[in-house]
Structure formats: C-alpha cells, structure tokens
C-alpha cells in the first residue's frame, strides 16, 4: 500500500534517513510542482515553491503525524505556500515558455499546451480560493473529504467553491472561444 | 430552470461522489429535463478539458536543488570506481610494483632512521616519489585546500582541490541529469598522475596536454591526481559541458 509505504518512508526520513526523504522527494516532485504551476502559473514561480514546500517538510517531518496521510499533510505545505506566493507575486508568462518544458512530442506538445494554455488562463481568472479547489480536484485527483482536508474548509464549501468555480470555467472558456 | 439541487447532483455524479439513492436522483433529473441534460454535457465537456490539460515536467535539476539544500549530500548513485593511471606512469608504477616500492622504501627509512638515530615520523613525501600517485598518499596534509560548488540547470558539481606543492588532487561528485563531459584544464606543464573515476567513466577517458576529459552520466565521484613537474602549484578550471555543448565552469587558484 502507497500510504503504508509513504508513513514508513516519512518515519525514515525524521530519523535523519536522506535516502528516504530522497524517495519522497522523488514520489512528489512532480505533482507538487504542477499544482503550483498550476496556481502560481509561471514556472520560475512553481519551481521556487516546490523548493519551498520540500525544504519546510525537511525541516518538519518530526511534527508530522502519522496518523495523517503523507500526501494530505505535504498538499496543505503546498497549498499554503502557493497561495502566500500568489499573494506576494502573481505574473503571468506565454505559452511559448512552456513548450520546452513538455516531456511528449512536438506535435503533441503544441495542440496540448494551446488547450492547457487557455485552461490555465482560464484559471488564472477564478479567485485564488476557487483556483486551489479546481487545481486540488483536477491536478492532484482529490475527493471532496481530502479537498476538505488539505485545503482547511469544511466539505460543503469544497463542493460550493468547485461546483461556482465550474461555473465561471464553462463562462471563461465560452468567452474565449468567441474572441 | 436548473436549481441548487440538481447543479449538487450533477456535479457530484461527475466527481463520483452521489450516493446510490442521488444517482436514481440524477438519472430520473436527466429523463426528466432537456435542459438538464444540456448543462450535465457541457459540465462533462469542461471536465474533460480539466483533465486533458496534462502534466508539466519540473525543470530537471529542481530534485537536485532541493537535496542540496536540504540532505547533506545530492542524490547520487553509488557505483563501483575504478583506478586510472596513464601507461606511461603504469609502465613505471604498476600498482604491485608501486606498492612493493613503496614498503620497501618505508622499510629503509624505518631501517636508516633506527641506524642513525633519526625520529622516524614522516613529515613529508620522499624526493623520490614525487609527482606519483604515491606521493600524495604519503603526503602528511594537504597545505592549502579550496572548496568547489557550482549549479548549472543539469545538475551540481560539487568538492575540493587540495595542493601540497606541485601537486593537486580533486576531490568532485559530479551529478547531472543526462550526459556531460568532465573537462579539467591546466598549463601544458602539468602532468596528469591518474584517476579514480566511477567504472562507466573510464572507457571515455582523453588525457591531452594541457586538460583531462572524461564522460559523465548520472552521479559519480571522481579523484584526480596532478602535478607540475616545475615544481610550484598551479591553478585548475573545472567545466562541465551538457549534450547541448553549453559548458559552465569554476577556476580553483591555489592562491599565495
């Protein structure tokens, strides 16, 4: 089981094992680099988060609980610090940037990113508070009790925030095919 | 008029999140209502756009950066090593022989220094093994030392340069992403002693005058032994170059 082996990995790491806070870097790298790229919206941004986010585990792994899953507890660091960031910085970049960074083929690359470009502006446009619901639903494939738990609100505001969020996409991205 | 309670429904069917009892809700919603049917497809299309929008990769060297600043030491894989010596110091110092000269030698000093009433403690490498491998490991301390640390966007060289008179030894872990080239540079007067270089280093090692170059993928750790047959230290330029042929480099100075 993932979680059994992250809470074990998370118990070697505290005890100062650097293989084992190698391995959890490894398992989260991307996944917290994307949803605050998907947040924060500039790369230069996501990466100095994630950097953020596994230097603040590093130092806190002796205060994680392991009756908390892994993941839930390292999406909260997350979250949080993308959030602080957006409201410190904000900036936006070209899709272009992004093209060198996509790991599939040219080809793919384009037509994918011209539709994740607009979905990102698209995003770019919700309040950080419906942004965070969206990128934890979307791109870190979470229910609505870990959306709840990761984010710090209760279930029902998990579902009015992205059930609104969804409805201010649908109107975005309406808008944009019209232009 | 699509109310509160069938947006709950619909939303909640897509996300898997209805119960058994909310689904027949939904299913009998949708039977009943073109209009609800419209505004579940258009929820669905936006949610395959949602997932659609695909991973973006971290930058390469972010897992490094991270582990330097966080564990002591960068991600690396260990691999075995191996000791490289150029032919012509080979053929003078095969490493029996070297070793047997080497006792040998230590066995006479002890000897001379019993006989002459001499303290026997080393102090410094004899005359005779200089710019060997041998000298420095016989040499007491290093005099002087300088640390190297540089990040490119592929990874990290990290380590020493210690001298003891003419002679340097380097002590780097180099850790890219992909493929590099390990390029050390010196005067034409220095002389390359040898190498202890992860296995898979070794088939790609190129001495010429005045730099030593080997290939690099991965993680390794490298010990490098120079001299200057003239006698003074000398100072060094370490480069690492990507596939790319984008080099980043740091010069090591002995200093005065």
């Given amino acids: 089981m993932r979680a059994d082996d992250d809470k074990k990995l998370a118990a070697r790491a505290a005890r100062g094992d ?3 806070f190698e391995a959890i870097v490894e398992r989260y790298e991307t996944v917290i680099y994307n949803a605050a790229y998907r947040i924060a919206r500039d790369p230069d941004d996501a990466a100095d988060i994630t950097q953020s986010v596994f230097i603040k585990v590093y ?5 994680y609980d392991p009756s908390y899953k892994l993941f839930s507890w390292l999406y909260r660091i997350a979250v949080n610090e993308a959030i602080n960031h957006v409201k410190k910085h904000g900036r936006m970049v070209a899709v272009e940037e992004e093209l060198g960074r996509s790991s599939e083929s040219p080809a793919t690359d384009v037509a994918r990113l011209e539709r994740s470009d607009r979905i990102q502006q ?3 446009e919700l309040t950080i508070e419906h942004r965070v619901v969206v990128v934890l639903k979307y791109f870190l494939e979470l229910s609505y009790a870990e959306i709840s738990d990761v984010a710090g609100i209760p279930e029902k505001t998990v579902k009015s925030r992205l059930f609104s969020a969804r409805q201010r996409l649908k109107r975005i991205l309406t808008d944009q095919e019209r232009q | 008029m699509i109310d509160d309670r069938a947006v709950e429904l619909m939303n909640g069917e897509m996300d898997g999140e209805n119960s058994p009892a909310e689904s027949r809700e939904f299913a009998q919603l949708l039977e009943s209502s073109d209009e609800a049917r419209a505004y579940y497809e ?9 997932q659609g929008a ?8 972010l897992r490094a ?13 260990r691999s075995r090593r191996t000791l490289l010596i150029p032919d012509n110091l080979l053929e003078a110092f095969s490493p029996r022989l070297a070793y047997a000269f080497a006792a040998g030698v230590a066995a006479g000093l002890v000897a001379f220094a019993l006989l002459a009433g001499w303290d026997a403690t080393p102090t410094a490498p004899a005359d005779a093994l200089r710019g060997s491998l041998l000298a420095w490991e016989l040499a007491s301390e290093a ?22 008179g003419p002679h340097a030894r380097l002590d780097l872990t180099v850790t890219t992403d992909g493929p590099a080239e390990l390029v050390l540079r010196y005067g034409e007067q220095v002389r ?6 992860p296995d898979d280093a070794d088939s790609h090692l190129n001495v010429v005058e005045s730099e030593t170059r080997l290939m690099h993928s991965g993680s390794g750790d490298y010990v490098v032994y120079l001299s200057n047959p003239r006698g003074e230290p000398f100072p060094i330029e370490i480069l690492v170059c990507g596939e790319g042929g984008v080099c980043y480099a740091e010069s090591v100075d002995p200093g005065p």
């Fill in chain 1, 122 to 124: 698209a995003l770019m």
């Fill in chain 1, 59 to 63: 130092r806190k792994l002796g205060t």
């Fill in chain 2, 42 to 50: 258009e929820l669905l299309a936006l949610d395959g756009r949602l």
């Fill in chain 2, 54 to 61: 695909g991973t973006v990769k971290p930058p390469r060297d």
């Fill in chain 2, 65 to 77: 950066r991270i582990l330097s600043k966080t564990t002591r030491a960068p991600a690396r894989r």
């Fill in chain 2, 192 to 197: 390359f002693d040898g190498l202890v270089a």
């Fill in chain 1, 18 to 20: 650097e293989r084992a």
């Fill in chain 2, 143 to 164: 005099e002087s030392a300088r640390e190297v640390q540089f990040e490119m966007p592929e990874g990290l060289v990290e380590g020493r340069v210690s001298y003891a």
